[in-house]
T-cell receptor
Framework: DTAVSQTPKYLVTQMGNDKSIKCEQN?????MYWYKQDSKKFLKIMFS???????INETVPNRFSPKSPDKAHLNLHINSLELGDSAVYFC??????????FGPGTRLTVL | QQQVKQSPQSLIVQKGGISIINCAYE??????FPWYQQFPGKGPALLIA?????SEKKEGRFTISFNKSAKQFSLHIMDSQPGDSATYFC????????????FGQGTELSVKP
């Protein structure tokens, strides 16, 4: 029943590790996004995909790599995690020019 | 020029009062201005949105006022309720930029009973 889901909800890991966050939407949307919310709650777009094609690639370290296996999934893989990567990561989806629906977020803590 | 500036950072209002949150932008190409509401531990959810061809949009207790010449827009919450306590974000985007939302810094609203 969930529209946009993310796993895991919490992720605690050591510096230098590689981790992935998964996102799935069952709304039939063509476009999916990754946003980062920092400790001050500031939200910033990282990537967007439309029909599995990368559309938006903001100034994000290349340690972050999104992968879209199909239209309903957009995963985020992060290599060599750093302390500054600690944040809440939100996945979202929309139809073109439509409302963006956000997932519940994944709180990443890098120790 | 891509920034959206939001104020105040935090707001305390008594139950039944009016909450007002303001945003300002520089990029005149922005053509869609949504407001999102975020409860603790949840993702942002669209509350109400406006396009610059209208000066006001009302949905229930929530109203957006839009001043194109001043490049400002604001959210008014009438008869504020404790259940409205959340963080509110204004945002802006250009339709042909693939849905890239530029968010304001957020306002933490607390409505006291």
């Amino acid at each position: 029943d969930t529209a946009v889901s993310q796993t895991p909800k919490y992720l605690v890991t050591q510096m230098g590790n590689d981790k992935s966050i998964k996102c799935e939407q069952n709304l039939g949307h063509d476009t999916m996004y990754w946003y980062k919310q920092d400790s001050k709650k500031f939200l910033k777009i990282m990537f967007s995909y439309n029909n599995k094609e990368l559309i938006i690639n903001e100034t994000v370290p290349n340690r972050f790599s999104p992968k879209s296996p199909d239209k309903a999934h957009l995963n985020l893989h992060i290599n060599s995690l750093e302390l500054g990567d600690s944040a809440v990561y939100f996945c979202a989806s929309s139809q073109p020019l439509g409302t963006q629906y956000f997932g519940p977020g994944t709180r990443l803590t890098v120790l | 020029q891509q920034q959206v500036k939001q104020s105040p950072q935090s707001l305390i209002v008594q139950k039944g009062g009016i909450s007002i949150i303001n945003c300002a932008y520089e990029n005149t190409a922005f053509d869609y201005f949504p407001w999102y509401q975020q409860f603790p531990g949840k993702g942002p959810a669209l509350l109400i949105a406006i396009r610059p061809d209208v000066s006001e949009k009302k949905e229930g207790r929530f109203t957006i006022s839009f001043n194109k010449s001043a490049k400002q827009f604001s959210l008014h919450i009438m008869d504020s309720q404790p259940g409205d306590s959340a963080t509110y974000f204004c945002a802006a985007t250009v339709d042909n930029q693939g849905g890239k939302l530029i968010f304001g810094q957020g306002t933490e609203l607390s409505v006291k009973p």
